[in-house]
């Protein structure tokens, strides 16, 4: 029966896992700069999954700290890179991640 | 129940991230990703976490998802992305193929820690006790009003409130410092989304010559590919396509 499993701490990590996965993989296989950005969103929750179980298996009120700060980087990851979407798409209106080659350098 | 609700949110959560992944159109992604984040909101009050569930919601379903749907409005890219096109040669098997190893890192890692991947819970630790979940702090002053008594069976302290001291008291440097960064962010959204002086000049057409592979998209995408004779310099001399697309990979 489902219900008769102990949730341990090592069932949230391997969902981190999965989900972390998902999002690299969305990461390296998309090139809509918004939808690599969205990618990048799903590993950060990856993170802060593992962040509050281990919180919460150590009994140790970091990991919930931590998260606090993960999501505040993750918002100004998310104004600066919309941001540059903007610039780019102003210049380019169809750009993938391909055309952004430019900027290199 | 916990047992449960842990799966019924695992289902919501991968099933959203692979919405994200798969969907072609960008607001059915970001859409997707709404479910994924309401799925870790209901995790986090599973865990106990009550003020982050409320802050999951708040922020990244309010706000971050909001701002993604503006973007996705105002540039006007809310076409389907061609998901059949492949510029770079074998990139969504390379993807895979790394996908697959990172997830083998990490079901090593934590076969390898023989299912102690948390270590030492920190009660023993006295010097740990103020940032302890399960029990109550000590506080001498009487705000709550019931005293100094109480234990873990009651009633603890509130996760906000303990958050929040934990924030302003130990962490409040840190704090500081995100205030600061939120500036930079803000300010820095402001100077590079400001619409320049003059013309809009269009980004030069470069085309990375090793990307583009022009024999296997007849897409819309075509116009902007180059023809292969004249952006190759040192064109790859492949007889067969097969074992050029199979071991040529330089980039990646």
């Known amino acids: ?105 | 129940m916990e047992a449960f609700v842990f799966f019924v949110s695992a289902a919501i959560i991968l099933a959203g991230a692979l919405g994200v992944i798969v969907m072609r159109n960008p607001v059915h992604a970001a859409l997707s990703l709404v479910m994924t984040l309401f799925g870790v909101a209901v995790l986090f009050i599973n865990l106990e976490a009550y003020f982050l569930a409320a802050v999951q919601v708040i922020v990244y379903a309010g706000a971050i998802v909001v701002l993604f749907l503006f973007v996705i409005m105002l540039v006007g890219v809310d076409r389907a992305e061609d998901l059949r096109t492949e510029p770079i040669i074998r990139q969504r098997e390379l993807a895979l193929l790394a996908g697959a190893g990172l997830l083998a890192i990490a079901v090593i890692v934590g076969v390898a820690s023989g299912g102690d991947v948390t270590g030492v819970p920190a009660q023993g630790d006295p010097e740990a006790a103020d940032l302890a979940i399960d029990r109550a702090v000590e506080v001498s002053g009487d705000f709550d009003g019931d005293g100094d008594e109480e234990t873990i069976t009651e009633a603890p302290e509130p996760n906000v409130r303990r958050l929040g001291r934990a924030l302003f008291t130990d962490y409040v440097f840190a704090f500081e410092i995100t205030a600061i960064l939120l500036t930079i962010a803000v300010v820095g959204a402001v100077v590079m989304a400001r619409r320049p002086e003059g013309e809009l000049q269009p980004l030069p057409e470069v085309e990375p010559p090793w990307v583009l592979r022009p024999d296997l998209d007849p897409d819309p995408h075509a116009e902007v590919a180059p023809d292969p004779g004249a952006v190759e310099p040192e064109p790859d001399p492949e007889p067969d396509e097969a074992p050029a697309a199979a071991d040529g990979e330089p980039t990646t």
């Open chain 1, 1 to 105: 029966m489902i219900l008769a499993i102990t949730i341990t701490p090592g069932y949230y990590l391997a969902l981190s896992a999965l989900l972390f996965t998902a999002g690299a993989v969305g990461l390296l296989v998309r090139r809509n700069p918004l939808v690599m950005f969205m990618c990048v969103e799903l590993m950060l929750n990856a993170v802060n999954i593992s962040f509050v179980s281990f919180g919460d298996a150590m009994t140790d009120l970091g990991g919930q700290v931590s998260v606090f700060f993960v999501l505040v980087v993750a918002a100004a990851e998310v104004v600066i890179g919309l941001a540059l979407v903007v610039a780019i798409m102003r210049r380019q209106p169809r750009a993938t991640a391909d055309d952004i080659a430019v900027m290199r350098g």
